[in-house]
């Protein structure tokens, strides 16, 4: 990032993030997904609809310094254009059932009305479970791209909790239609619900 600074000082740091991004290698690319009883829990690589390629281990891939730098040499600084965070969506109170080791688990959608290209998703979850380390979080984009927010057996402990996730494989995306939250528990033994959860998207 120093250096792509040094080239073209004007940058912000949408920019090198968005230069970055497009400037990317893949690497380790036969990385198998991660399954738990035929479901997978960390996908393979995925492309989204905006043709970027993404990993939960790996991001956008490997930085390729002289890709990069050919690109902030002759990038237009805040060509990118507004930065707009909208108010976030939320669901309202659901306290639904999460089925106790069910890999059905447990669906919800949020419109978006919003038509952003998305730069990043922050998702707020309110959960109350007894054993939240047996849950996983994922989240569909109306474009049909899959993002795993939160992988089983973390090891968290608080039983009546909000808290945020983040991805950033819906890049370049559109934010606007049907998001689509699942929740999943994989392990028998305590039960729970999702309180209720938020959509908050950046973007241009």
């Not at 198998?32 to 995925?46: D, F, K, L």
């Not at 109306?142 to 039983?159: A, H, I, K, M, Y």
Request: charged fraction near 15%; hydrophobic fraction near 40%; charge should be negative.
């Amino acid at each position: 990032m120093a250096l792509l600074l040094e080239a073209n000082p004007t940058l912000t740091w949408r920019d090198v993030k968005h230069i970055l991004a497009n400037s990317a290698v893949q690497v380790d690319a036969n990385i198998a997904a991660v399954e738990i009883s035929g479901q997978i829990i960390t996908p393979a690589w995925t492309m989204n609809a905006a043709g970027y390629k993404f990993h939960n281990y790996y991001g956008f891939g490997g930085i390729d310094a002289a890709s990069a730098l050919n690109l902030a040499k002759n990038y237009s600084a805040g060509s990118l254009g507004t930065y707009l965070t909208p108010d976030e969506e939320e669901s309202g109170d659901l306290n639904l059932a999460i089925p106790d080791n069910d890999t059905g688990g447990r669906v919800n959608t949020i419109n978006y009305g919003g038509n952003l290209t998305i730069e990043s998703v922050l998702v707020g979850m309110c959960l109350s479970h007894a054993r939240p380390s047996d849950i996983s979080i994922a989240l569909t984009s109306p474009q049909d791209t899959r993002s795993v927010l939160l992988n089983p057996f973390t090891g968290v402990e608080n039983t009546n909790s909000c808290f945020y996730l983040s991805s950033n494989a819906f890049y370049g995306e559109s934010s606007v239609g049907d998001w689509e939250i699942k929740l999943t528990d994989w392990k028998a033994g305590t039960s729970g619900s999702i309180v209720k959860w938020m959509l908050e998207i950046a973007g241009r």
